[in-house]
């Protein structure tokens, strides 16, 4: 899938599906899509709706998939002993310090800057990680799982994350009905008790850093790691002292925008969105990730009735609200 560069500061822009504006997350800069690219990313954005609703069988899902990576681009880097490795990649993007790759099996961050501190930093955080039981173990399998580093030629490097060939960036699915983004919460209600058990704030929890498999809406937290920092540290830089409750700000936030609002605060009760599915993304975070679960919960239920997965039936409409 090809980027849109911001015309202000170059960065890579987010897409709204429905709207079909680009939007910078760097310096906010908001463009109108021309014919050329809205023709594009409806139909990208088509092949991809087209999971949310994807058959149960699997061969069917194996073929829809191959013919999404017919369009997939490559990307080469060159190692410091001079062996080359290739990134065939269906999406990519930037972020402050590099870019990232979106293999099959794979997501690649390229740190663009000399003895770039992030992949150490990231290797640190992800160490913390812990879980509380054998319950919560098999959780482990929606954090970052890496597999290699590579000192590049020109002094710059990689990180490789292993990931499911169902994952996705939860960011290209654009915007998605109510239903999924219940799903969606539950999955990111789990990561935020283990990061609270772990005492680790996230602050870039979003749509950007957030992988999906649309087939069961499980949610995985595999991007930004650098910037994860331990609950009640202080930046002097800012005056400002990381919380864990900034994790669930974040999970709020990103499901205000995948229903297609600003941020969290802005949610309006439709017909799509029951009154306890907006309220709960419009209130403040409980003190803790475990009390907000538990809210959560009690809020699902009002909104949708008795916990029970079921794969959802989708189409255009419901995906982009008539807008395609």
């Given at each position: 899938m090809k980027n849109i560069a911001c015309k202000n500061c170059a960065g890579t822009m987010y897409i709204d599906a429905s709207g079909?504006?680009?939007?910078?997350?760097?310096?906010?800069?908001?463009?109108?899509?021309?014919?050329?690219?809205?023709?594009?990313?409806?139909?990208?954005?088509?092949?991809?709706?087209?999971?949310?609703?994807?058959?149960?069988?699997?061969?069917?899902?194996?073929?829809?998939?191959?013919?999404?990576?017919?369009?997939?681009?490559?990307?080469?880097?060159?190692?410091?002993?001079?062996?080359?490795?290739?990134a065939r990649h269906l999406y990519n993007g930037t972020f402050d310090g590099?870019?990232?790759?979106?293999?099959?099996?794979?997501?690649?961050?390229?740190?663009?800057?000399?003895?770039?501190?992030?992949?150490?930093?990231?290797?640190?955080?992800?160490?913390?990680?812990?879980?509380?039981?054998?319950?919560t173990r098999q959780l482990s399998q929606f954090f970052p799982r890496i597999t290699s580093g590579f000192a590049l030629a020109d002094g710059t490097s990689l990180l490789v994350l292993s990931k499911d060939t169902e994952e996705y960036p939860l960011s290209l699915f654009g915007t998605l009905g109510g239903r999924h983004v219940a799903w969606i919460?539950?999955?990111?209600?789990?990561?935020?008790?283990?990061?609270?058990?772990?005492?680790?704030?996230h602050p870039a929890i979003d749509a950007e850093n957030l992988y999906i498999n649309p087939f069961t809406h499980q949610a995985a937290l595999y991007g930004g790691w650098w910037r994860v920092v331990k609950n009640n540290t202080y930046s002097p830089a800012d005056g400002h002292t990381f919380t864990t409750k900034e994790n669930l700000t974040g999970l709020r936030n990103t499901a205000a925008r995948l229903l297609g609002y600003p941020n969290a605060g802005a949610v309006k009760v439709t017909k799509d969105v029951p009154k306890a599915l907006a309220a709960f993304i419009n209130s403040a975070p409980e003190s803790n990730a475990y009390d907000d679960f538990a809210y959560w919960d009690d809020m699902l239920i009002k909104a949708y009735g008795e916990r029970k997965f079921t794969t959802f039936s989708t189409d255009e409409e419901q995906i982009y609200g008539g807008k395609a």
């Amino acid at each position: 899938m090809k980027n849109i560069a911001c015309k202000n500061c170059a960065g890579t822009m987010y897409i709204d599906a429905s709207g079909m504006t680009a939007v910078c997350p760097y310096c906010g800069s908001k463009y109108v899509l021309d014919h050329e690219d809205t023709d594009y990313y409806n139909g990208f954005y088509r092949q991809m709706a087209r999971f949310l609703g994807g058959s149960s069988d699997a061969r069917e899902r194996q073929l829809h998939a191959d013919r999404l990576w017919k369009n997939a681009d490559s990307a080469v880097f060159t190692c410091a002993d001079g062996r080359t490795i290739e990134a065939r990649h269906l999406y990519n993007g930037t972020f402050d310090g590099g870019a990232f790759f979106v293999a099959r099996k794979n997501i690649i961050y390229h740190f663009t800057q000399e003895n770039a501190p992030q992949p150490a930093l990231f290797r640190k955080s992800t160490s913390y990680l812990d879980y509380p039981s054998a319950d919560t173990r098999q959780l482990s399998q929606f954090f970052p799982r890496i597999t290699s580093g590579f000192a590049l030629a020109d002094g710059t490097s990689l990180l490789v994350l292993s990931k499911d060939t169902e994952e996705y960036p939860l960011s290209l699915f654009g915007t998605l009905g109510g239903r999924h983004v219940a799903w969606i919460i539950s999955r990111m209600e789990n990561l935020c008790c283990v990061l609270e058990y772990n005492s680790l704030v996230h602050p870039a929890i979003d749509a950007e850093n957030l992988y999906i498999n649309p087939f069961t809406h499980q949610a995985a937290l595999y991007g930004g790691w650098w910037r994860v920092v331990k609950n009640n540290t202080y930046s002097p830089a800012d005056g400002h002292t990381f919380t864990t409750k900034e994790n669930l700000t974040g999970l709020r936030n990103t499901a205000a925008r995948l229903l297609g609002y600003p941020n969290a605060g802005a949610v309006k009760v439709t017909k799509d969105v029951p009154k306890a599915l907006a309220a709960f993304i419009n209130s403040a975070p409980e003190s803790n990730a475990y009390d907000d679960f538990a809210y959560w919960d009690d809020m699902l239920i009002k909104a949708y009735g008795e916990r029970k997965f079921t794969t959802f039936s989708t189409d255009e409409e419901q995906i982009y609200g008539g807008k395609a």
